[in-house]
């Protein structure tokens, strides 16, 4: 396949990996339920900090992220060279990547400016094979008589799955105005129906053939085309009045497609118009109206970010945003009764996101609020991007806490998230396997050399407290058992710090 090559590639390659994991601290927490994160900080470090958490299980990944157009923002710098773009994507798809759950999808905006080297970069990162489809979107009603060559009126939408062979896409909600279409001039009992084409595209010998109007005319498809059904299934359709042969009787025939029986929805399309989803302005109207001022220059409608959700997500998944700008996404996501995280670095956070989000709980109807008819309610929790799981020395930084170091070592284990709160020494079994950590004094008073050392005591309390009678791995401090004695017990030590790694 062929690659996209930059100044600066080779490193930006590695960046993911050197990001240092950082602690998630919490600050506040806002209405009831804890499943929905606002993180503040940089969102590079933020997605390598939800790894150990929430590798895997995302949904849905929508981003709108700076688009190099070489003007100036008020929140962020959208003037970056060419090559410092890409190496400033590179490692943040790696690591949405990551995050992503094997049959979710990711949804980028973009403009004509680097749209088409972004569709290659991402093409290596999440396989060419796993490319859905480029959406575009008409962001703008009134064309810019001042442009030097063209009027820009859209920008697109790449839609990756993380694996194409398990995504599967929903259909999108019929409007009104696509069900106007369905009339009934002949009064069929089955209700409203919609006459479709009856031909195909391509001239094929066996299915050119005469049909009889009901006034007695033969009719053949057009040139180049030939009927869609064989003879016998036109009889069937005949006998069971689904053709339409027009008022006289006497035109080529259409299938009747009853409303009735259509599916729930119609299949997405690559196209979406303003007067369907939004554009520019509608967004800015929208947070005018919940801020009485203009507070971010490039924010997006909520029925754009409703589009994507109803097609990719179900109620209850994860959703994530990690240039969460406004705060859009998170919004029409709780709105929608999906889990969210979005992260924002810098006081927009605090000043713009974290209002916004208030609102939505209290029941704000602007957007999307009347369609899904949101009343307001649930919760979220406001964390800031905290000191590194390591210091400069390499050694477990003073600020970690036994459930943050255990959430990083069952990750580093098993490179699985982790899906409950972690208060034991015994992290869990994996293939078998039990996983210890000795740390900051978890075995309360039984705990020699405050519990963090492996001695005879300790591991009896651990057998006692918590039974493993496979193989077992166990991080600590240090141990005073001899190799014969952990041979016996079937227990690998691993040391902290020097065997806790950047996974």
Not at 122 to 136: K, L, Q, S, T
Not at 227 to 246: M, Q, T
Request: with cysteine; proline share 6%.
């Amino acid at each position: 396949m062929p690659t996209l090559d930059w100044l600066n590639r080779d490193a930006a390659l590695a960046v993911a990996d050197k990001v240092p994991y950082r602690l998630l601290n919490h600050v506040s927490s806002h209405g009831t339920g804890e499943g929905n994160l606002l993180i503040q900080g940089d969102n590079l470090e933020a997605l390598k900090a939800l790894l150990p958490l929430y590798r895997g299980r995302v949904k849905c990944i929508y981003i709108d992220p700076p688009y190099n157009t070489k003007s100036a923002f008020e929140h962020y710098d959208d003037n970056l060279e060419h090559s410092q773009w890409l190496s400033m994507m590179w490692p943040r798809l790696v690591l949405l990547r990551e995050l992503l759950a094997e049959d979710g999808s990711i949804w980028v905006t973009i403009d004509d400016n680097e749209g088409h080297y972004l569709k290659v970069a991402m093409d290596e990162v999440f396989g060419r094979r796993n490319y859905i489809a480029n959406v575009i979107w008409q962001k703008k009603y009134s064309p810019q008589n001042d442009a030097e060559f063209f009027s820009a009126m859209h920008d697109h939408v790449h839609v990756f799955a993380k694996n194409s062979l398990s995504w599967k896409r929903h259909l999108v909600p019929r409007t009104e105005k696509q069900d106007k279409a369905y009339k009934n001039p002949d009064n069929d009992a089955r209700g409203l129906w919609k006459a479709s084409d009856l031909t195909r595209a391509e001239h094929r010998d066996r299915d050119y053939y005469a049909i009889v109007t009901p006034s007695g005319k033969s009719v053949f498809p057009a040139r180049g085309r030939s009927w869609s059904r064989p003879p016998e299934e036109i009889d069937r359709l005949r006998a069971d009045n689904r053709l339409w042969f027009g008022k006289a009787g006497d035109a080529i025939p259409s299938l009747k497609r009853f409303l009735s029986e259509v599916k729930e929805g119609v299949v997405p399309q690559t196209i979406w118009y303003r007067e369907e989803v939004g554009d520019n302005q509608d967004a800015k109207k929208e947070i005018k109206e919940l801020f009485d001022q203009s507070i971010f220059g490039t924010p997006k409608p909520e029925f754009l970010i409703k589009r994507m959700l109803e097609i990719s997500t179900d109620p209850h998944d994860l959703v994530l945003d990690s240039y969460l700008g406004s705060g859009t996404t998170a919004a029409v996501a709780h709105k929608m009764n999906r889990r969210w995280i979005g992260i924002e670095m810098g006081e927009h956070a605090t000043s713009h996101c974290l209002p916004r989000l208030d609102k939505v709980l209290s029941g704000e109807q602007g957007g999307i609020s009347q369609t899904v008819n949101w009343k307001g309610g649930g919760g979220f929790q406001f964390l800031k991007l905290g000191d590194p799981i390591f210091d400069e020395h390499g050694a477990i930084h003073p600020n970690v806490r036994f459930a943050s170091l255990a959430s990083f070592i069952w990750h580093q284990e098993t490179g699985q998230p982790s899906t409950r709160k972690f208060d034991s020494p015994l992290l869990g079994v994996h293939q078998g396997r039990a996983i210890y950590l000795l740390f900051n004094g978890i075995l309360g008073d039984k705990r020699p050399e405050s519990g963090n050392v492996l001695t005879g005591a300790v591991l009896r309390a651990i057998r006692d407290i918590l039974p493993h009678n496979g193989p077992k791995t166990i991080y600590g401090e240090s141990v005073n058992l001899g190799p014969a004695r952990l041979a016996q017990e079937r227990i690998e030590f691993r040391h902290i710090p020097y065997d806790v790694k950047a996974r």
